[in-house]
C-alpha cells in the first residue's frame, strides 16, 4: 500500500493547507466572529487579559506535550501542580526564603518525573498506570500536608510578584509563558535531545537500533512535565496569594485539550509546543470571549467540546480523505 | 465465461493515475499471476477488487455481473484477500478468528461449540495436512501457521476469487511448499486464484497464466509455460536489464570482526565462529528461524554473551545497547525497515540526521548547516529520489526507504555493515542499487555482512558465504559456490 500513497501524498499540497493550518484558521474565525459580536474584545487590554489567563494553562500543557511528543501519557500534573503550589505556600509560611521554598517545591515536582519516568522505562508500568497512581500518591500527599484546608496569610510581596507583576505593560504571567513555550519549541525544534524525544515517540524501535537511549529521554519528559507542572503550582500559589489543596485539579481536562489541540496543528498527529500554545489560547479565546458575551459557565465547556470534536474532525477527516 | 473480467479499469488519486485503463481476466481453476515492479498499480488493483477503493473508471465482473463495492464488507463474499500483513486476532483462537465477524449465536451467546466443530471440519476438507492447533491463540502459532490460519479464514467466506498478495514474503522455504500444495488444491477445487508476488520464479512454476502491470498501465498476459523470467523482467521494466546482480570488484584485506566460540544463553545461540574481512561481503543463508537475525540483533543490541570473545577493528567488541555497538563501529540496517530501520511519520531530513546528532550538535544545539551537509551528500551518494527532504519518509517507495535506512550511518566511522534482508519487497532496479551500494561500502574497506533468504542474490553478491541452522553456524562456503551443497546445508543434510 505504502506506493500507492506515497505517490499520492507528494501531490496532495492543496488541502495540505487546511491540513495543516485548520486549527490556526479554526482560531482566527472565532477570534473573527467575537471582535465583530462581542464589544470590547479586540481591545489590547483584553488580549493581555486572556494571555494572563491562559499563561498557568500554557507552561503546564507544555510539560504534558512532552510526554506526548515520546509517546507517554501524564495523568499526574494537575495533582503534582496543587501539591507544589501548597508547598511552596507551607514553607513561606513557616519563615523559608520564597526562592529557597521555590526550589524544595520544583524538586518535589522533579522528584514525581523522574520517579514515574523510572517506573515506566526501568520496571515496564505503562505510564497510564504509573502516573494515575503517582498522581493519587500527590493528591493525598497534599492532604497530608494541608490538613485540607487552604493557606491563606500573608506572602511576601516579592513572591507575589511573579505571579501578580508587570513586566512593563505586560503581565509577568505572560512574560514567563512566552519564555516557557519559545523554550519548548526551541528544545524540540534545534536540540539533540529535543530530535531524540521526537524519535522515541515516533518509534522507540527504530530509535533504539539508531543509538538513541530511549528510556532516557522517556524519563526527561516525564521530568519535565513534573518540572513544569510544579512551576505552575508555584505560580498559582503566587497569582493567588494563598494555596488551595485542589487548587490545580481545573488543569487537567483543558491541559488535555490544549496538546491534543496542538496536535492537529502544523503537522498532524504530532504533539507539538508550539501547537500546545495555539490550543491554550483557543481555549483562553472561547472562555474569555464568552464570559465577555454573557454566555452561562456551562456553554463555555458545551462550546469547548464541541470546538475541540469540529477542529479534530476537521484535520482527520481531510487525512482520512487524501488516503481513500 | 470467466469468473473475474476487468475492464479498463482506471483509479486517478489526486494528482497521479495509480491504475490505468487495466483489462484482464481470469478463470475459474486458473491461478493467475499478476506481477510489476512496486508502484506498476498491483496494489491499487487489490484494493478496487477488495472494496477498498473504488474505480474511477471502467468496471469489473464477477460471474458476469458488474460489481460495484461498497465497501471490504461488501466484497468479502466473492473476493477473498490474503495480505501481506497477516489480519488476525492475536489471543483469539484459531476458530475464533476463522468466525470473526460471522459468530454464530443463540440469545446473543456465542454458540462455541458449533464454532469449534464446524472450525475443525472446515480445516478438515480445506486444509488437509497443515499443522493448525486450531485451539491455539494465535499469537502462539508460527508465522506460517498464521498465515495458513489467514488463508482459512479468508476460503471460510467461500469467495469466488481469492487474492494472495506476496504471500511467501514471511515464509520458509519448507512452509512455501506447504502453501503451493494448498493453492494448487484450491486451482483443482475450482477457484479463481489471482496470485501476487515480486518472486518471479515462484509465479512461473506456480501459475497458469500471468499478467504484467507496468506504470499503472496493463502491458501483457502471457503464458507461464512459454515464459521465462528473464522475458517477464523485460516486461515489467521498460529497458532490458544487462545484468540482475551486479558485483562490484573488491579485494578482502585484514580481519575486520571475529567471533570466536560465541554463545547465548537468552538468544539460543551456540557455536557461533566466522569472522569478516575488510573489502568483502559476507553472506548469511539460512532457512527462517535459523537464527542469523537473531545473530545479528543480538550482537548488535548488546544482548548477553555467555562464552566466546568477539573482536572488532582489533579490540574486544563489548556492547550493552545499540549505542554502544554504533560507537565502536558497527551498524545495522535491521530487516524490517518500517518497524525498525525508520521513523516513518518524520521527515527524511530528520531520519538521515538521528544517527549522527552527537556529531552535528554543539552544546546540544543543532548544527542546521552541517546537517544540511550530510543530508545533501547521503540524498546524492544513494541517489534517493526525493521532491524535497523533509517529506515524510512514509511517502517514499520501499527501495527508497531502504535507501534511507542505509544512508542515516553514512558519516559515522562505521567499520561493520549488517544487512539483514535489505532486498526484502523492494523493486528490481532498485535491488540492483542496493547490490551497488553494498558493493561501494566494500571497495571503500568496510565489512559488510550481508543476511538474506533469497539464495540466488547471496550466491551472486556475497564473496563468502556462512550457513546457519538451528542457531549454529554449521559451515563456511567459499566461491565457486554450489547451489545444492549451500541448500543441503541449510536444510541439514551432512553434505557439504
Not at chain 1, 487546511?18 to 471582535?35: D, P
Not at chain 1, 519564555?179 to 521526537?198: D, E, F, N, W
Not at chain 2, 489471482?194 to 496493463?218: A, F, M, Q
Request: glycine share 10%; with cysteine.
Amino acid at each position: 500500500m505504502s506506493d500507492e500513497n506515497g505517490t499520492l501524498r507528494k501531490h496532495e499540497g492543496g488541502h495540505n493547507i487546511l491540513m495543516r493550518f485548520g486549527t490556526i484558521m479554526a482560531l482566527a474565525a472565532i477570534v473573527a466572529w467575537l471582535s465583530v459580536t462581542v464589544p470590547g474584545f479586540i481591545e489590547g487590554q483584553n488580549v493581555l487579559n486572556i494571555l494572563r489567563q491562559i499563561a498557568l494553562l500554557a507552561i503546564i500543557s507544555e510539560g504534558f506535550t512532552m510526554c506526548l511528543i515520546v509517546g507517554e501519557l501524564d495523568l499526574a500534573f494537575p495533582n503534582v501542580a496543587s501539591l507544589a503550589g501548597a508547598i511552596v505556600a507551607g514553607l513561606i509560611f513557616g519563615g523559608m526564603h520564597p526562592f529557597a521554598a521555590s526550589l524544595i517545591a520544583l524538586s518535589v515536582g522533579v522528584l514525581f518525573g523522574v520517579g514515574a519516568g523510572l517506573l515506566v522505562t526501568k520496571v515496564g508500568i505503562p505510564s497510564l498506570i504509573t502516573t494515575l497512581a503517582s498522581g493519587i500518591i500527590a493528591g493525598g500527599l497534599i492532604y497530608m500536608y494541608t490538613k485540607g484546608v487552604s493557606f491563606y496569610g500573608k506572602l511576601p510581596e516579592s513572591f507575589l510578584l511573579l505571579g501578580r507583576g508587570n513586566v512593563g505593560p505586560v503581565p509577568a504571567l505572560v512574560f514567563i509563558m512566552f519564555v516557557v513555550v519559545v523554550a519548548a519549541q526551541v528544545m524540540i525544534s534545534c536540540t539533540r535531545p529535543g530530535k531524540y524525544m521526537q524519535a522515541t515517540g515516533a518509534n522507540p524501535a527504530a530509535a533504539r537500533l539508531a543509538g538513541v537511549n530511549t528510556d532516557r529521554y522517556k524519563i526527561l519528559a516525564l521530568t519535565l512535565s513534573g518540572l513544569a507542572a510544579a512551576f505552575t503550582g508555584i505560580l498559582l500559589t503566587a497569582r493567588l496569594g494563598s494555596a488551595n489543596p485542589e487548587g490545580a485539579a481545573g488543569f487537567m481536562m483543558d491541559g488535555f485539550a490544549s496538546a491534543l489541540l496542538g496536535m492537529t496543528v502544523l503537522s498532524m498527529g504530532r504533539a507539538n509546543p508550539f501547537g500546545t500554545f495555539i490550543g491554550s489560547l483557543m481555549i483562553g479565546i472561547i472562555n474569555n470571549g464568552m464570559t465577555l458575551a454573557g454566555s452561562p459557565y456551562y456553554m463555555q465547556d458545551i462550546t469547548k467540546g464541541i470546538i475541540i470534536i469540529l477542529s479534530v474532525a476537521l484535520t482527520s477527516w481531510q487525512t482520512k480523505r487524501s488516503e481513500r | 465465461m470467466s469468473v473475474l473480467e476487468i475492464r479498463g479499469l482506471t483509479k486517478t488519486f489526486p494528482g497521479v493515475t495509480a491504475l490505468e485503463d487495466v483489462s484482464l481476466s481470469a478463470e475459474a481453476g486458473e491461478i493467475h499471476g499478476l506481477v510489476g515492479e512496486n508502484g506498476a498499480g498491483k496494489s491499487t488493483l487489490v484494493k478496487i477488487l477488495a472494496g477498498v477503493h473504488r474505480p474511477s473508471a471502467g468496471s469489473f465482473l464477477i460471474d458476469g455481473r458488474e460489481r460495484r463495492f461498497g465497501s471490504p464488507k461488501d466484497a468479502s463474499e466473492l473476493v477473498g484477500v490474503v495480505h501481506q500483513e497477516r489480519e488476525l486476532v492475536p489471543h483469539f483462537t484459531g476458530w475464533e478468528n476463522l468466525f470473526l465477524g460471522l459468530e454464530p449465536t443463540y440469545a446473543g451467546f456465542l454458540k462455541k461449540r458449533e464454532m469449534r466443530a464446524t472450525a475443525m471440519r472446515f480445516l478438515e476438507t480445506y486444509g488437509r495436512g497443515l499443522d493448525i492447533d486450531m485451539g491455539a491463540p494465535a499469537h502462539t502459532l508460527s508465522s506460517g501457521q498464521q498465515e495458513m490460519l489467514t488463508i482459512m479464514k479468508v476460503l471460510f467466506r467461500n469467495p469466488k476469487i481469492i487474492i494472495f498478495d506476496e504471500p511467501t514474503a514471511p515464509l520458509s522455504i519448507r512452509e512455501c511448499e506447504i502453501l503451493f500444495a494448498l493453492v494448487r488444491d484450491l486451482k483443482q477445487k475450482g477457484l479463481a486464484i489471482l496470485y501476487i508476488s515480486h518472486h518471479l520464479e515462484e509465479v512461473l512454476s506456480l501459475c497458469d497464466r500471468i499478467s504484467v502491470l507496468r506504470n499503472g498501465r496493463y502491458v501483457a498476459t502471457v503464458d507461464a509455460a512459454a515464459t521465462k523470467e528473464a522475458d517477464l523482467i523485460r516486461l515489467m521494466i521498460s529497458r532490458d536489464m544487462k545484468e540482475q546482480y551486479p558485483k562490484l570488484p573488491c579485494r578482502a584485506g585484514d580481519i575486520v570482526f571475529a567471533a570466536e566460540g560465541y554463545a547465548s544463553a537468552r538468544d539460543r545461540l551456540r557455536d557461533i565462529s566466522f569472522n569478516i574481512r575488510s573489502g568483502e561481503i559476507v553472506g548469511f543463508a539460512g532457512l527462517v528461524g535459523a537464527g542469523r537475525t537473531e545473530l545479528a540483533e543480538a550482537l548488535f543490541t548488546g544482548s548477553s554473551r555467555d562464552a566466546g570473545t568477539v573482536r572488532l577493528k582489533g579490540r574486544d567488541f563489548l556492547s550493552h545497547s545499540p549505542k554502544d555497538s554504533i560507537r565502536q563501529g558497527m551498524v545495522m540496517i535491521p530487516e524490517n525497515r518500517r518497524e525498525h530501520g525508520l521513523l516513518t511519520q518524520m521527515s527524511v531530513y530528520e531520519n538521515l540526521i538521528l544517527p549522527q546528532l552527537e556529531g552535528l550538535s554543539s552544546i546540544g544545539f543543532l548544527r542546521w548547516r552541517a546537517a544540511d551537509r550530510q543530508v545533501r551528500s547521503a540524498v546524492e551518494r544513494l541517489s534517493i529520489k526525493v521532491a524535497s527532504p523533509s517529506q515524510s519518509v512514509s511517502t517514499l517507495s520501499g527501495g527508497n526507504q531502504q535507501k534511507v535506512s542505509v544512508g542515516k550511518w553514512f558519516g559515522l566511522p562505521a567499520a561493520l555493515w549488517i544487512f539483514d534482508e535489505p532486498t526484502q519487497g523492494i523493486d528490481v532496479d532498485a535491488k540492483r542499487e542496493l547490490y551497488d551500494i553494498m558493493g561501494h561500502l566494500a571497495q571503500d574497506g568496510a565489512a559488510v555482512w550481508f543476511i538474506s533468504s533469497d539464495l540466488r542474490e547471496l550466491l551472486a553478491i556475497a564473496d563468502r558465504l556462512y550457513v546457519m541452522k538451528d542457531r549454529k553456524i554449521v559451515g563456511e562456503c567459499v566461491p565457486p559456490f554450489n547451489p545444492d551443497g549451500v541448500l543441503g546445508m541449510m536444510m541439514g543434510e551432512k553434505t557439504a
